[in-house]
């Protein structure tokens, strides 16, 4: 099953970890050797896949939510 861990945020205001979400998420349970990230890109959701050492592809898709584009990996 294919998790989300948070990975970067955006915050309003000085205190910090309040008022925080995140935009950036890597994605958990991947088989070995495949990495992914989920990031919030241009008002559109994201997905970038790594093989064989995390080399980064480009971005890609248009998706409505992080959960959204977590769905298209399964």
């Not at 970890?17 to 050797?33: C, H, I, S, T």
């Not at 919030?40 to 995390?54: F, K, M, P």
Request: hydrophobic share 40%.
């Amino acid at each position: 099953m294919l998790t989300l861990r948070e990975n970067m945020f955006l915050r309003d205001g000085l205190t910090f970890g309040k008022n925080r979400r995140a935009f950036m998420f890597d994605v958990l349970g991947l088989p070995e050797g495949q990495q992914a990230q989920i990031s919030e890109r241009r008002y559109r959701w994201q997905i970038r896949c790594a093989v064989n050492g995390g080399v980064y592809g480009e971005w890609s898709g248009q998706y409505g939510s992080a959960e959204e584009a977590l769905a298209s990996l399964q």
